[in-house]
């Protein structure tokens, strides 16, 4: 009798692989160079885009790709470009991503940018082509260990070593990118691997189905503690969004009384912002942070970061009498800092689904008035109250000039299309932009998540990709433009519907406010671009993109009117004030 194998099918000789003929194995079977099997391998595991820069160790990559159009080749023209695209693909797609660098100092290059992708959760194939082994021994030009270069960065770190492993470990890093929490891996590529034939079982994709729930006990653990609040608060967090789980909170937040507030970290929408009880964006200020929450006795943060702040402060952004719940997919986060009466590692989408009938049939007729009664004060408080406020502020501003926040912002923000994408990185000038901006879906709103300042530009790119069809407003401040203004070229080349607009005040305005706030300073050294002045629009018609120059507020909302309706890629310079003009 033959043993038998996956599918039923038999086997004769368990042990050699040669001679074991179920349809399983005959499947994978292949020969092939290292060259075509790493495409085909992306490609088998749902990679419609390689983002990269090519140098000689990657040349045998390059002579596979004409053979698999469907593979679209992404050019950057710096690494840290490529990996910020792809970092944007992956945030918008939250699909398996591809990028390719050139040896150490092309991956040295997208360090920034991976350190961002890890803060993001992308989950992102790196590569890199690497000297052939043995002659890397020699420490030729542009050598180094790859991957102990990339490994503080990445969830798993690697060489192939054996054309024969090139399978199983691509398998493997996928999976491992894939799986909750996602982040990138790197794998080095050496050339004799790329350029080296034989027969290869490619194995096949696999992903872990992440739609884990609490156990019933643990549910009921969650109602006790939720009824038990007098004035609960909920922190909205980037899961909300990657799960589309947008309803399920606000069916809690309704069905408690309770506020929400978007988690302090600009991730994603965490939260529709029209939703009656939607107090707006924690700010990463401790002490803001502490006073806001201060009334609530309960907070339940879901799926988001426990208050993940910026620079330091002697004051702990948590309320010393709050209780703490919190439900996060990323069991670091739980517990991590912060003092926590229940933690849940899971899935908010289906804990939300579990615990929600369960909370509603177990609540009491008095519990559910006060809910209601709760539900009645937010409605007088909520980012919808306070709109009109801030639109007076905008106005009370609006002949300024050079011009202020609020006022390009009410005039960036009022007539936005509704399904346009936002990406933010504009430091001073948007710091108030969750203030003026709407947002309803997950999908609306990328920030800069890490603090590395580079993305925009860059990850509009990858978001566009991602999100065909979907006009792309990327806000940038003058300094982070610098760090990866290739990125236009890009969007120039593939003409991709991105309006960057770029809020010039010609100087580093966050660092001049926190030295003199943080070191009661007001001498600054090395924060200003204004001899020579930089020419933005100069610099995207260079690269061949349309551009132009705003500096009175009632021009801005038309132009970006226009530039996003055109379907092509635009700039659009601001001049705004720096702030410290004597
Ligand atoms: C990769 C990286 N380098 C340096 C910094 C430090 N940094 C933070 S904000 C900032 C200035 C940003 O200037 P700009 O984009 O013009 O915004 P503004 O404050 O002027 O509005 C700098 C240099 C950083 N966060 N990341
Ligand atoms: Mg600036």
């Known amino acids: 009798m033959p043993d038998h194998g996956p599918n039923g099918a038999s086997v004769k000789h368990a042990r050699d692989r040669a001679f074991v003929d179920f349809r399983y194995a005959f499947d994978t079977m292949k020969n092939l160079f290292g060259r075509q099997a790493f495409v085909e391998l992306l490609l ?22 004409p053979d698999y159009p469907e593979l679209k ?32 100092p092309g991956l040295g290059n997208a360090m920034g940018a991976l350190y961002n992708a890890k803060f993001s959760g992308s989950p992102i194939i790196l590569t890199a082509g690497q000297q052939e082994q043995g002659h890397g021994l020699l420490e ?22 054996q054309l024969q492993d090139l399978p199983r470990i691509l398998r493997r890093a996928a999976k491992v990118a894939c799986t909750y929490p996602m982040g990138p891996v790197f794998i080095s590529l050496p050339g004799d691997i790329l350029n080296a034939e034989g027969p290869l079982d490619m194995g096949q994709s696999i992903r872990i189905d992440p739609r884990v729930r609490p156990a019933d006990e643990v549910l009921g653990q969650w109602t006790q503690a939720l009824r038990s609040a007098r004035r609960p608060c909920i922190i909205a967090g980037q899961e909300l969004a990657i799960h589309d789980a947008f309803g399920l909170a606000a069916d809690l937040a309704e069905t408690l009384g309770a506020a929400v507030f978007q988690e302090p970290v600009p991730y994603s929408t965490s939260f529709p912002t029209d939703h009656p009880n939607n107090m707006g964006m924690l700010t990463r200020s401790q002490e803001n942070v502490r006073a806001t929450l201060e009334p609530y006795d309960l907070i339940i943060c879901l799926g988001a970061d426990l208050l993940r702040m910026s620079v330091y402060s002697p004051v702990e952004p948590l309320p010393e009498h709050a209780r703490v719940l919190h439900l996060s997919e990323r069991p670091w986060e739980l517990g991590k800092n912060y003092r926590t009466e229940l933690a849940v590692s899971a899935n908010v989408r289906e804990t939300l689904r579990a615990l929600l009938p369960n909370l509603k049939s177990s609540m009491s007729d008095a519990e559910r008035q006060a809910a209601q009664q709760r539900n009645q004060v937010l409605l007088t408080d909520n980012w919808n109250q306070r709109y009109p406020q801030r639109v007076a502020l905008a106005q009370s501003q609006q002949d300024q000039r050079p011009l202020t926040a609020p006022a390009m912002l009410w005039h960036v923000t009022r007539e936005l299309p509704r399904d346009v994408i936002v990406v933010e990185e504009a430091l001073t000038s948007t710091h108030a932009l969750p203030q003026y901006l709407r947002r309803q879906d997950p999908d609306s709103f990328y920030g800069l998540a890490s603090g590395g300042l580079g993305f925009a530009i ?5 978001i566009s990709l991602a999100k065909p069809g979907r006009p792309v407003m990327a806000i940038v401040g003058d300094g982070s433009a610098m760090y990866s203004i290739q990125g236009l070229w890009t969007a120039a080349h593939l003409k991709l519907p991105i309006t960057y607009v770029i809020t010039n005040n010609r100087s580093y305005r966050i660092i001049k406010e926190r030295l003199v706030s943080m070191q009661n300073c007001d001498q600054f050294i090395g924060m200003d671009m204004q001899d020579p002045p930089i020419d933005f629009c100069q610099l995207a018609e260079s690269m061949g993109m349309q551009a132009r120059r705003i500096t009175e507020a009632q021009d801005i909302t038309p132009a970006l009117q226009q530039a996003l309706a055109s379907g092509r890629p635009q700039l659009i310079e601001i001049m705004m004030s720096n702030g410290f003009d004597r």
Do not use: C
């Not at 050019?75 to 591809?98: I, K, N, P, W, Y």
């Not at 180094?144 to 192939?160: F, H, I, N, T």
């Not at 860059?458 to 990858?462: I, K, L, Q």
């Open 458 to 462: 860059p990850g509009a790119v990858g």
């Open 44 to 65: 088998s595991e749902g990679i419609t885009h390689l983002f990269g820069n090519p140098g000689t160790t990657e040349l045998p990559i390059m002579q596979a790709l």
């Open 140 to 161: 030729p030009l542009l050598y180094d260990s790859l991957p102990a270069m990339a490994a503080p960065l990445v969830k798993w770190s690697v060489e192939v070593t």
């Open 73 to 104: 080749f992404i050019l950057g023209l710096q690494e840290s470009v490529v990996v910020a695209m792809a970092d944007g693909f992956a945030r918008a797609s939250h699909q398996l991503t591809a990028a390719n660098v050139h040896v150490a």
